[in-house]
Nanobody, 116 residues
């Protein structure tokens, strides 16, 4: 059973930055061929896609975060990162990582709270 562990969340003021990390228990050979993504969920709402980083390291972002968030991956460490700059209150959510499409059991996520 693959596990996903997100970390790095916290409380920041509007305009601040955070870097999220996602550690997986996938084997290195599985991880490097997986398209991975970040998602977020506001309490009471559906989980939304935020960003994708493919096995080829190409990236795609939701319009709401484009230009502010940067996804990256370290295949040697089986980890993902999400650099978030220019944070806004509407970025407040629990952030999750998963494969793309999301076929692995969800981790606990990491809470990001942006206050004005």
């Amino acid at each position: 059973q693959v596990q996903l562990v997100e970390s790095g969340g916290g409380r920041v003021q509007t305009g601040g930055s955070l870097t999220l990390s996602c550690r997986t228990t996938m084997s290195e050979s599985t991880f490097k061929f997986a398209d991975m993504a970040w998602y977020r969920q506001v309490q009471g709402k559906e989980r939304d896609w935020v960003a994708t980083i493919s096995r080829f390291r190409t990236t795609a972002y939701a319009e709401s975060v484009k230009g502010r968030f940067t996804a990256s991956r370290d295949n040697a460490k089986n980890t993902l990162s999400l650099q978030m700059n220019g944070l806004k209150p509407e970025d407040t959510a629990v952030y999750y990582c998963n494969v793309m499409p999301a076929t692995v059991s969800w981790g606990q996520g990491t809470q990001v709270t942006v206050f004005s």
